[in-house]
């Protein structure tokens, strides 16, 4: 069973520009939630999805958006990039979207985006 | 709101000796406790997890940790490390009762270095 696919694996890009990353969960995983990671912040959670639908936000601001697709695969995209923008970005799936509490959360290996 | 607290930014630790890795968390309500490790350049793997029962959780490569709701801690322990354990862990929390979500709340990690 193939794991969570993350695409790109690297990202460099300028302020001012966009980005869009993809993510492909495991099969039959309807619940695709997405985390940055920077050094000394740790994860901080983004946003989730669950068929199709966002169930759940963090605390960033509206430059940063996602959609899930008929298929469950997960984009997020980031506006106007900012040099503090600069991070790994983590894609998770599981089937029902508990946060693995009755199951597994599968992590993908991450997109890791530079701005200069 | 919850918050966890990973004091120890870095741990050396020499091949062979015991190690504790410390977490702390706050939150009003009962909370669901995690801890994750990441390999250089890979996701996140779940090391063990405490839902509700014993307060000594086992958990993969022969990691356990231990649940004590008074300090509101859940620390991470292996009698002895391997260099193979090298990378960086996180300690984990999300509500007990707050409904199907993903949104793990993360401490900011601790980087176990293992010396020969």
Known sequence: KAGVTQTPRYLIKTRGQQVTLSCSPISGHRSVSWYQQTPGQGLQFLFEYFSETQRNKGNFPGRFSGRQFSNSRSEMNVSTLELGDSALYLCASSFAGTGGINEKLFFGSGTQLSVL | ?116
């Open chain 2, 1 to 116: 709101a919850q918050s966890v607290t990973q004091l120890d930014s870095q741990v050396p630790v020499f091949e062979e000796a015991p190690v504790e890795l410390r977490c702390n968390y706050s939150s009003s309500v009962s909370v669901y406790l995690f801890w994750y490790v990441q390999y250089p350049n890979q996701g996140l793997q779940l090391l063990l997890k405490y839902l509700s029962g014993s307060t000594l959780v086992k958990g993969i490569n022969g990691f356990e940790a231990e649940f004590n709701k008074s300090q509101t801690s859940f620390h991470l322990r292996k009698p002895s490390v391997h260099i193979s354990d090298t990378a960086e862990y996180f300690c984990a929390v999300i509500p007990a009762y707050g409904g199907a979500t993903n949104k793990l709340i993360f401490g900011t990690g601790t980087l176990l270095a293992v010396q020969p």
